[in-house]
């Protein structure tokens, strides 16, 4: 792992001499004989490609996935008494995506060029581009690894310009390297059509796929290096978001045309691009289970002292998210998650004496928290035996839920009779957090956010609603006058995640099935909840809910954002899904945090208003971007 991160870091900074001013889509290299350099020997070459590695490490920062910050699943505090401590100014930019601050003359997540908090790939393409100019030059290097370095650097060529794709659509294919002296109507290239940007990168896939292996069997000197198994993976994920309503014959794109005229969205809905999806996903779970990924098993570290049944569960959904490199996880990306004190409750006295520990900002909505089933595995406004209507009132916690929530302790009856995800995904005023030094269940901490260590000290260090997104702070951390971090490494994708966009791909093509029953039923049985057809007959108000393609689709949908909750992904889902701007039209409420009784901690408070409309779905170009290169067209709606 170390040597993948050091290496990169060492590579970018030579890199840095081939990277361009120019403000258009610019892929010629500057410095020629820099390059010669870069490729004289095996290691030097080694150097470049984890150089092109650089940007994909990068992305493990949530601050610049769109897939976190602008989920809904998140929100950042908008009234800080000091707005840059995210990581200083504008480290919060892709959290304003949602509060209607995108734009086109300076926008937010700018993956274009660069800016506030994007990445510029096209910058990153170009170096796989010189990469795979150059990889032959070396003559110390086998042509196994040619072979192998080659495939890695196709693949990130390829995953740059998928990244680009759900956000801008139709793109530029920059494929190969241009000269250095190619006239300014050859750099400036223009976008193809979104089915031809899709395939590109299929192909580019396919071809990477031969030379990878299946997976990285030096661990300690390679984690972090593109697998067959990642690769296989990717390209289910790619076909799935090209078979997905934004981009399948959307409606609200039809009028997006080139400058030549040319559509560039398909204008009808293909279905068969469904079961091209359904196909990539079989062959992905395949490879990942024969490379011998699995449900993930609990890996216990540290002194504990004792943990219940129910206990258990919780670590273990939790743990395959935060146990790095586990066996659920199928793509995990090398740098560490940087922001547990900012999801983090303040849980002890000594966290709370420490002003510098916890901050808390990152904030989970009500309507987050909601998303998540009931006790009996079916949503909490379906389900015929839960007090959906009462669950902003209050009670104390009880026996039968002593080891999710304080007993005797008021809190909401929203929190009572959840599924095991909820407790193990979000913490709240009241709820158990086993961990934090105390490693016994019986004895656990819980927290107090009205007037203990979890409520606000002040207009900074504070949560905007009063639930925190526990998935992401492991048992093992402490904070207080001596935290203790347990490190891990940022998951991109896990086995479940691929079974639910298996599950949704046969069902988007075929209807309802066993198979499909079966897929999301893996998930849901890890999780203690029984099958999803059992479930609904029984506890739903929509009972045959499940036996429809509509209704189905559905609960898949939500079984994806309540497994892979705070992981990413949400974002992405809810994007092509079309169903973000419908998530966002509500309001971003939670508990009046600052209130210091448990009367007036419950009271619903409104923390802002979403601005969300159709043309967010897709990121607009800078607007300079446009007089630069006169062959692009703005993103439709911008």
């Known amino acids: 792992m170390k040597r993948l991160t050091n290496i990169t870091s060492l590579a970018i900074a030579g890199m840095l001499l081939l990277v361009s001013c120019k403000k258009y889509l610019d892929i010629t290299p500057d410095n020629v004989a ?11 070459t080694q150097a470049y490609l984890f150089g092109c590695y650089s940007p994909l490490q990068s992305l493990a920062d949530v601050r610049r996935n769109p897939g976190f910050t602008s989920s809904g699943e998140v929100i ?9 401590t995210l990581g200083g100014a504008g480290g919060d930019a892709g959290f304003n995506v949602m509060r209607g601050l995108q734009n086109s003359t300076n926008p937010l997540l700018n993956y274009w060029d660069g800016y506030n908090m994007g990445l510029n790939l096209w ?7 010189t990469f795979l100019d150059n990889v032959h030059i070396p003559r110390d290097l086998p042509e196994y690894q040619r072979k192998r370095w080659a495939a890695e650097a196709r693949f990130l060529k390829a995953y740059y310009h998928y990244w680009l794709i759900r956000m801008y659509g139709p793109i530029p294919i920059a494929d190969v390297a241009i000269p250095v002296n190619a006239p300014a109507e050859v750099v400036r290239q223009k976008q193809q059509t979104l089915d031809s940007c899709f395939n590109y990168v299929v192909k580019q896939l396919d071809s990477a796929i031969t030379d990878l292996p299946p997976t990285i069997q030096n661990a300690a000197a390679e984690a972090g290096r593109i697998s067959g198994t990642i690769a296989l993976a990717v390209k289910a994920e790619v076909l799935t978001t090209q078979a997905s309503p934004l981009f399948n014959g959307n409606p609200d794109y039809a009028s997006f045309k080139g400058k030549d005229g040319e559509n560039l969205f398909p204008l009808t809905y293909d279905e068969n691009k469904w079961r091209r999806a359904a196909e990539a996903c079989r062959i992905a779970i395949a490879a990942a289970e024969q490379a011998g990924h699995d449900l993930y098993q609990l890996r216990t570290t540290g002194n504990i002292v004792h943990i219940s049944d129910e206990t258990r569960r919780l670590l ?12 659920e996880q199928v793509w995990t990306l090398n740098p560490g998650f940087g922001w547990q004190y900012m999801a983090s409750p303040r849980v002890t006295a000594e966290a709370a004496a420490n002003v510098f520990a916890v901050y808390s900002n990152f904030s989970v909505p009500v309507g987050q928290s909601e998303i998540f089933y009931s006790a009996n595995g079916v949503p909490i406004s379906e389900d015929k035996n839960w007090d959906y209507a009462n669950r902003y009132k209050t009670q104390p916690g009880d026996e039968a839920h002593a080891f999710y929530l304080k007993k005797g302790y008021t809190t909401a009856i929203g929190n009572f009779k959840r599924e095991p995800r909820y407790y193990s995904s979000v913490s709240f005023d009241g709820g158990i957090w086993f961990g934090s030094g105390t490693t016994d269940d019986r004895v656990a901490n819980h927290i107090n956010a009205v007037n203990g260590p979890a409520a606000p000290p002040d207009r900074l260090r504070y949560n905007a609603t009063g639930y925190w997104a526990k998935k992401l702070v492991p048992y093992q951390t402490t904070f207080g006058q001596n935290s203790v971090q347990q490190n891990y490494s940022w998951p991109f994708m896990r086995l479940s995640g691929l079974w639910l966009l298996y599950a949704e791909c046969l069902n988007e093509a075929n209807g309802p099935g066993s198979e499909v029953y079966e897929l999301i039923n893996r998930v849901r049985t890890r999780a203690g909840l029984p099958g999803v057809v059992e479930a609904w007959q029984q506890y739903s108000r929509n009972p045959t809910k499940p036996s429809s393609k509509e ?19 949400a974002g992405w889902d809810l994007r092509r899904w079309k169903e973000l701007q419908q998530v966002l039209a509500a309001p971003i409420q939670g508990w009046s945090v600052f209130n210091r009784t448990t009367q007036g901690y419950y009271q619903l408070s409104t923390v802002y208003q979403p601005v969300f409309a159709r043309r967010d779905y897709l990121f607009p170009i800078q607007d300079y971007d446009l007089l630069t290169n006169p062959n692009l067209v703005q993103t439709l709606y911008w």
């Open 76 to 84: 950042f505090p908008i009234n800080l008494q000091d707005q840059t």
């Open 123 to 129: 910058q990153a393409i170009r170096m796989c581009n």
């Open 551 to 569: 209704g189905l689709r559905q609960i898949i949908h939500q079984e994806r954002r309540i497994e892979l909750a705070f992981e990413g992904q």
């Open 316 to 327: 273990t959904l939790q743990g395959a998210f935060v146990d790095s490199w586990n066996a």
């Open 34 to 44: 820099t390059l010669n350099s870069s490729f004289t020997n095996a290691n030097e």
